[in-house]
């Protein structure tokens, strides 16, 4: 897939739909502290592992702040999405699946792994990780995201995931790192 990105101009954020940034002042053992923080939305997260294909399922797409950082910006991350609207994690997390890749998993198939706190020097979101094994009979779309979010769906064969999770040139996310590790400590014993 070609992508062209141009950087229009980068500028203070004072209005946004998504962050509130934030600055938090306390009194931590008798010393008067200030913080900077961002309140952001929690989210979801999915491992999924294709079994007919042996593979694990990823989402690449551009992200803003990772081309500050690398001139590249396209990052594989798990399947995820901010919890923003009234559902409950697990039917965001289906419906994250469903957006971004095409596969129709069901709540049922859907496996709460844990929770953890996500960025936890700046903003602190909860993330909640689920497990999902899928196949082509519940292929529905091609994924992709929706409006203008230009996700691709990769697949990384699973003899090949731990290789491509050390691979640094590969940018990829702690929860993506975290899911895969947990995933091997579980099936692969």
Not at 73 to 80: K, N, Q
Not at 108 to 123: C, E, N, R
């Amino acid at each position: 897939m070609k992508h062209t990105i141009e950087v229009l101009r980068i500028e203070e954020c004072t209005y946004s739909d998504y962050i509130k940034p934030k600055s938090m002042y306390y009194r931590h053992n008798d010393v008067e502290k200030r913080w900077d923080i961002v309140d952001t939305h929690d989210s979801v997260a999915i491992l999924l592992y294709h079994k007919a294909l042996d593979s694990f399922v990823f989402v690449k797409q551009f992200r803003p702040s990772i081309y500050l950082k690398n001139h590249d910006g396209f990052t594989h991350e798990l399947c995820a999405g901010i919890v923003d609207k009234n559902k409950s994690f697990i039917e965001i997390a289906q419906e994250e699946v469903l957006e971004e890749t095409g596969y129709d998993v069901s709540i049922k198939d859907l496996q709460k792994v844990t929770a953890f706190y996500t960025a936890v020097g700046f903003a602190g979101g909860l993330q909640t990780l689920y497990f999902a094994i899928i196949d082509e009979s519940m292929r529905v779309g091609e994924g992709g995201g929706i409006d203008c979010e230009n996700i691709e769906v990769v697949y990384v064969k699973r003899e090949d995931t731990l290789a491509f999770m050390f691979n640094e040139a590969n940018a990829t996310t702690s929860g993506l790192m975290f899911a895969l590790m947990w995933y091997f400590k579980t099936f692969e014993k």
